[in-house]
């Protein structure tokens, strides 16, 4: 059975850092990992899509990397903004989802 | 941007009575998914469906759960008879095909008193 991990479980940053977020599941015989930013009660955003053939990710200030015999990838956000703040899930599978618990990230001014 | 809309956002309802969660999935999508996430829990996947069956369910998907496509458009979740611990946010996604992009609903608050 498929076991998301997201460490850490939560991140406090100044504005303007650069930040890793962590993902690691226990079957590397997936197909698609994909990065979700979720806010205070509502619902989930879709941020990178990674397919099990490609390595990495990228949109705007976002990237995704995917390592599948290590069962690891991280998600990498450049200069944080308040904005960012949010909790950010990672998932995989092929049809199906399996998430983490997710990173709850905060971005203070 | 076309998105999956959900209604209602929230839905209180007495243990034991009938609830149904609907959805509209963007219109060119093929696949279908509810999950769902308990406060402070994981989200769960719960059931898939594609050309108007179920393609795979979960172990939380009990006969007390159903889904249906009543038209072209909506796709709807029924719980039979609400019990405490069904209380959780139910999300919504669809997909154009079952490896592409999930994308999500903004969730029903489902509150069982």
């Known amino acids: 059975k498929q076991e998301v991990t997201q460490i850490p479980a939560a991140l406090s940053v100044p504005e303007g850092e650069n930040l890793v977020l962590n993902c690691s599941f226990t079957?590397?015989?997936?197909?698609?990992l994909q990065w979700f930013r979720q806010d205070p009660g509502k619902g989930l955003t879709s941020l990178l899509l990674?397919?099990?053939?490609?390595r990495e990710q990228t949109s705007g200030r976002l990237n995704a990397s995917l390592d599948k015999s290590s069962g690891r990838s991280t998600l990498y956000i450049a200069a944080s903004q308040p904005g960012d703040s949010a909790t950010y899930l990672c998932a995989v599978g092929y049809s199906t989802l399996t998430f983490g618990k997710g990173t709850m990230l905060l971005v203070s001014p | 941007e076309p998105e999956v809309t959900q209604t209602p956002s929230h839905q209180v309802t007495q243990m034991g009575q009938e609830v149904i969660l609907r959805c509209v999935p963007i219109?060119?999508?093929?696949?279908f998914y509810w999950y769902r996430q308990i406060l402070g829990q994981k989200v769960e996947f719960l059931v898939s469906?594609?050309?108007?069956?179920?393609?795979?369910k979960s172990e939380i998907f009990d006969d007390q759960f159903s889904v249906e496509r009543p038209d072209g458009s909506n796709f709807t979740l029924k719980i039979r008879s609400t019990k405490l611990e069904d209380s959780a946010m139910y999300f919504c996604?669809?997909?154009?095909?079952?490896?592409?992009?999930?994308?999500f609903g903004q969730g029903t608050r489902l509150t069982v008193v």
């Open positions: 079957d590397s015989a997936i197909y698609n």
């Open positions: 996604a669809s997909s154009v095909f079952e490896n592409t992009e999930a994308f």
């Open positions: 469906f594609y050309n108007n069956e179920i393609s795979e």
């Open positions: 990674i397919q099990s053939s490609q």
């Open positions: 219109s060119n999508h093929l696949y």
